[in-house]
């Protein structure tokens, strides 16, 4: 089936600093990725849609450019955030849909990103 | 734009009891329904899912669904649960058009005790 790896599972870094999150879709292409932020006993909510070789469409409110989405290939896409603060602690998690054939999204594990 | 009802927040529940979590979607001409469960610190899983054809939908676990159009529902059924079904479920939708995103409910904890 199909699987999207998503890499690190968890970080930690310091205020300030930039984190990339990668996540790859290992089976299959993907035309179409997005990217969720979950607080604690909260759901997930958007927060853009990366389409490989162009530009992210991010939701109202996400700040572009703290938050730099890359889908350099039909296969990865990157979520870098910038400056990173306390209150970006979240957890991350992508999902992407394939190229052709089938209908479905797939989830990766999440990242748990800890800003200190 | 699609959004989803989840009508609990929790859920209690014992064990081997039936369950029912409810969702509500917002009407449109196609929708696309999901329900996933995310278990502490980790991912999502796929339940199972509603695309088109018959409108009970059976999916892992022992859960089902049912798609009901007139009430614009999607609940989420188990006739006997387990401790181990203690988690979150989301409820999910996609008006199907290529490159939308799923859209999730607020979620519903459920807890089952002994």
């Known amino acids: 089936g199909a699987v999207v790896s998503q890499h690190p599972s968890r970080v930690i870094c310091k205020s300030g600093t930039s984190v990339k999150i990668e996540c790859r879709s290992l089976?299959?292409?993907?035309?179409?990725m997005f990217w969720y932020r979950q607080f604690p006993k909260q759901s997930l909510m958007l927060m853009a849609t990366?389409?490989?070789?162009?530009?992210?469409?991010?939701e109202q409110g996400v700040e572009k450019d703290k938050f730099l989405i890359n889908h350099a290939s039909l296969t990865l896409s990157t979520l870098t955030v910038t400056s990173a603060h306390p209150e970006d602690s979240s957890f991350y998690i992508c999902?992407?849909?394939?190229?052709?054939?089938?209908?479905?999204?797939?989830f990766g594990s999440g990242t748990r990103l800890t800003v200190v | 734009a699609q959004s989803v009802t989840q009508l609990d927040s929790q859920v209690p529940v014992f064990e081997e009891a039936p369950v029912e979590l409810r969702c509500n979607y917002s009407?449109?001409?196609?929708?696309?329904l999901f329900w996933y469960v995310q278990y502490p610190n980790q991912g999502l899983q796929l339940l199972l899912k509603y695309l088109s054809g018959s409108t009970l939908v059976k999916g892992i676990n022992g859960f089902e669904a049912e798609f009901n159009k007139s009430q614009t529902s999607f609940h989420l059924r188990k006739p006997s649960v387990h401790i181990s079904d203690t988690a979150e479920y989301y409820c999910a939708v996609s008006d199907g058009q290529a490159g939308t995103a799923l859209i999730f409910g607020k979620g519903t904890t459920l807890s089952v005790s002994s």
């Open positions: 999902s992407a849909s394939p190229v052709q054939g089938g209908y479905g999204y797939t």
């Open positions: 009407s449109s001409v196609s929708v696309y």
């Open positions: 089976d299959f292409q993907a035309t179409t």
């Open positions: 990366s389409n490989e070789g162009s530009k992210a469409t991010y």
